[in-house]
């Protein structure tokens, strides 16, 4: 069975991979799936989002990356994906994904598997981390390592 993890992923943080390994133990087949939302501006392009993806799951054999500024749903329709994971860290994220999570199966019958962000992952964000980088903080641990360089990149 074919899964698609989509999010922005700007950029894929240590809980996003975790997330992308777990659905990797589940399902054949898992495409991270960088999608536009127009709600959030980017510190990274997609091309950029593409690549720092694919060098953090290079060590997991079932994963693709790929992107689309469509509807999620129409790209899940395309390639016969009837299933969808994305991690949960809270109440917040859990409020923010069910009216999504009920619209896309309203669209499309494609299902959505939550899956618990581990404990020691669930303060970590691409928006906190971006923040943190911007002023001169530490965030070894938080992103893959790629990740970290390409931010210190961007934010010097
Ligand atoms: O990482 P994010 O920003 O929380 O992910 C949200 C995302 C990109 C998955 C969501 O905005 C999305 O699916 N965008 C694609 C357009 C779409 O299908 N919108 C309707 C969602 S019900």
Known sequence: MHA????SFDPVTMGHLNIFERA???FDQVTVLVTFNPNKSGMFSSEERMELIRQSVAHLDNVMVDSWSGL?????TAHGVTALVKGLR???DYEYELPMAQMNKRLSGVDTFFLMTDPE?????STLCKEVARYGG???GLLPPPVVAAIRAKVS
């Open 4 to 7: 698609v993890c989509p999010g």
């Open 138 to 140: 530490d965030i070894d």
């Open 121 to 125: 992952l669930g303060y970590i964000s």
């Open 90 to 92: 809270s109440a917040l």
């Open 24 to 26: 990797a133990a589940q």
């Open 72 to 76: 999620l749903v129409d790209y899940c």
